[in-house]
């Protein structure tokens, strides 16, 4: 059994929690946090992120880069209407992967990034 519950719902589990590391950014601003997820749950985030996974040969990468689509919506972004959003994850049986999108000011979080 999981020591914490999964991060959606709040139930609780068998088996080890995925760790999910999201940052959003605003200019110099930066509002982060970590939630977990069972095994389920670890599926749905992965499935939802896999299309803006970069790789080690991406970096550096910059919130101007092709990226510019918005997690929340799939609408295409502008420097000036969004923010960069970074997800790092490390889940069961995987290495850490690295994610970037953007996010429109007024779309909201996405529903696999939980509060």
């Not at 068998?14 to 069972?38: E, S």
């Not at 290495?95 to 000011?105: K, P, T």
Request: charged letters at 25%; glycine letters at 8%.
């Amino acid at each position: 059994m999981a020591l914490r519950p999964c991060s959606f719902g709040f139930h609780r589990f068998h088996g080890k929690a995925g760790t999910v590391y999201p940052a959003i950014l605003r200019h110099d601003d930066a509002l982060r946090w970590k939630f977990w997820t069972c095994p389920d749950h670890a599926l749905v985030v992965d499935e939802a992120l896999t299309p803006y996974e970069i790789g080690d040969d991406s970096l550096p990468i910059k919130p101007t880069s092709d990226a510019n689509t918005c997690l929340t919506c799939g609408g295409s972004t502008q420097r000036d209407n969004s923010d960069a959003v970074y997800v790092t994850t490390y889940f069961q049986g995987q290495d850490r992967r690295d994610f970037f999108a953007s996010i429109h000011r007024n779309c909201g979080r996405p529903g696999f990034l939980p509060e």
